[in-house]
């Protein structure tokens, strides 16, 4: 029986410094080296994944944007793709405009991977962003709204009080064409809303990746909410200790923190009695 394991990674693989602990890479890269399938499902671009998951060895393809696209780690191939229409895009930019919500703006523009943002518009929470992404060549600052929403866009996020993002949330969320979610920053009073197409959830993407990998079982490994879809999905999941209340409801079971190598000390448990010889 082919399993496949998924982890988050912020708050479930990675520690609280934003890197994965020496000891998960041994024992992950040892058991992917036995034959484990393996990867990460993360709100996180490749580039930025590449960075915090430094020293991981995968061999499958990973699910980044929460599930707006797979891609093979290495090269940055892509596998699967999904975008706003010109219509839901234009939607979208009148709520902020009328909301005076200044996003992040994911896209293609010219055929290269960009994030926009209007730097005369920037609050704490989006410099921090930045601050964090130094050297990032997906970059694009803009004097202004002109270009702001170029491109082929696929992602938005927005950054402030939660009271100013909530109006966001009632209105997308139960808008058939979108996928909203709106959480605060792990170890940080700002609150993040970010706007997806409806069918970019990592719950999509692992049901892609199950189907093309020919897997049988699903387990899941997070710590937030937006892993709740990918926890309804699969057939075991498990909550880190440091996780969400909604999430530990929806979890098979609780594992050790973040902090703590929660994913890998159980993964080490279980993965070659579950896979049997099929990982030797």
């Given at each position: 029986m082919r399993t496949l394991y998924v982890t988050d990674l912020d708050g479930t693989l990675l520690n609280t410094k934003d890197r994965i602990n020496p000891?998960?890479?041994?024992?992950?890269?040892?058991?992917?080296?036995?034959?484990?399938?393996?990867?990460?499902?993360?709100?996180?671009?490749?580039?930025?994944?590449?960075?915090?998951?430094?020293?991981?060895?995968?061999?499958?393809?990973?699910?980044?944007?929460?599930g707006a696209f797979i891609m093979h780690p290495g090269s940055g191939?892509?596998?699967?793709?999904?975008?706003?229409?010109?219509?839901?895009?234009?939607?979208?930019?009148?709520?902020l405009e009328q909301a005076q919500i200044s996003p992040l703006v994911y896209s293609f523009v010219e055929n290269r991977e960009r994030?926009?943002?209007?730097?005369?518009?920037?609050?704490?929470?989006?410099?921090?962003?930045?601050?964090?992404?130094?050297?990032?060549?997906?970059?694009?600052?803009?004097?202004?709204?002109?270009?702001?929403?170029?491109?082929?866009v696929f992602y938005y996020t927005c950054i402030g009080e939660k009271e100013e993002l909530l109006p966001l949330y009632e209105i997308f969320s139960k808008d058939g064409r979108f996928r909203c979610t709106i959480q605060q920053e792990l170890y940080r009073p700002e609150y993040w809303c970010e706007i997806m197409p409806c069918k970019a959830t990592k719950a999509e993407a692992i049901k892609t990746l199950k189907g093309l990998w020919n897997c049988d079982r699903i387990v899941s490994f997070g710590d937030a909410i937006n892993d709740i879809p990918m926890f309804e999905l699969s057939d075991e999941?498990?909550?880190?200790?440091?996780?969400?209340?909604?999430?530990?409801?929806?979890?098979?079971?609780?594992?050790?923190?973040?902090?703590?190598?929660?994913?890998?000390?159980?993964?080490?448990?279980?993965?070659?009695?579950?896979q049997g010889n099929e990982g030797r």
């Open positions: 000891e998960s890479l041994r024992i992950i890269n040892e058991l992917v080296g036995r034959g484990m399938l393996f990867t990460y499902a993360t709100a996180r671009s490749l580039e930025s994944a590449r960075v915090v998951a430094q020293g991981l060895t995968l061999t499958m393809p990973v699910i980044v944007y929460n191939e892509m596998i699967s793709s999904l975008y706003f229409s010109k219509e839901e895009a234009g939607f979208i930019r009148q709520i994030v926009s943002w209007n730097i005369t518009r920037e609050n704490d929470g989006i410099r921090r962003y930045l601050s964090k992404r130094k050297g990032d060549r997906r970059l694009r600052p803009l004097e202004g709204a002109e270009g702001l929403y170029g491109g082929n999941c498990y909550a880190v200790e440091n996780a969400v209340p909604e999430l530990k409801k929806a979890a098979t079971g609780i594992i050790d923190s973040n902090d703590r190598d929660g994913v890998a000390k159980w993964l080490e448990r279980n993965v070659i009695w579950d």
